[in-house]
């Protein structure tokens, strides 16, 4: 089974424009396992767990974080968690996985990079960076690294003073 996020209780999805957070979301597997439950006893059945409907909730769910007010933390927050699982399912099954999904997610991570950049966040930005270069990579069957090496050359030419 692919868990696509952790959604625990200590680390809650908070809501957009909002202080409310999502309930907890446990799997009811005993009549149907694509049954999803959550604390407040209301249940929306997944459509079938394909790589392109996986890469379709990631990419929901990167877009949601983005807004999310703890989305620039210091510490490993949801979209690095996000990012990691599109990189895992688009290794472990990279011809299903939609190209369209990953060069949008590798451009948004970029620019993303490049937002930290203009906010000084050196730290932030090398890591935004890579994780788009390695997101990129993953494109590497379809476009033969372009994608990937154009990011890296734009990453260099970032310059940090001091």
């Given at each position: 089974?692919l868990?696509?996020?952790?959604?625990?209780?200590?680390?809650?999805?908070n809501l957009?424009?909002?202080?409310?957070?999502l309930?907890?979301?446990?799997t009811?597997t005993?009549d149907n396992?694509?049954?999803?439950v959550s604390?407040?006893?209301?249940s929306t059945t997944?459509?079938p767990?394909s790589?392109?409907?996986?890469a379709?909730?990631?990419?929901?769910?990167y877009?949601l974080?983005l807004?999310s007010p703890?989305a620039?933390?210091?510490?490993?927050?949801?979209?690095?968690?996000?990012?990691?699982?599109?990189v895992?399912?688009?290794?472990?099954?990279p011809?299903?996985y939609?190209?369209e999904e990953?060069?949008?997610?590798?451009?948004?991570?970029?620019?993303?990079?490049?937002?930290?950049?203009c906010?000084a966040?050196?730290v932030g930005?090398?890591?935004?960076?890579?994780?788009?270069?390695g997101?990129a990579g993953c494109?590497?069957?379809?476009?033969?690294?372009?994608?990937?090496?154009?990011?890296?050359?734009?990453?260099?030419?970032l310059?940090?003073e001091g």
């Open positions: 089974m868990h696509i996020l952790d959604v625990s209780s200590s680390h809650p999805f957009p424009h909002t202080s409310k957070t309930p907890p979301l446990t009811d005993t396992p694509q049954r999803i604390s407040r006893t209301t997944l459509p767990r790589v392109p409907a996986l379709r909730y990631l990419r929901i769910f877009t974080s807004s703890t620039n933390t210091t510490e490993e927050n949801k979209t690095d968690v996000i990012v990691s699982r599109v895992e399912l688009a290794t472990t099954a011809e299903e939609p190209a990953l060069e949008w997610m590798a451009s948004t991570t970029f620019n993303r990079a490049i937002d930290a950049y906010t966040d050196e930005c090398r890591r935004l960076a890579q994780q788009a270069v997101i494109l590497e069957r379809v476009d033969g690294g372009t994608l990937r090496d154009d990011l890296m050359r734009r990453a260099d030419l310059v940090w």
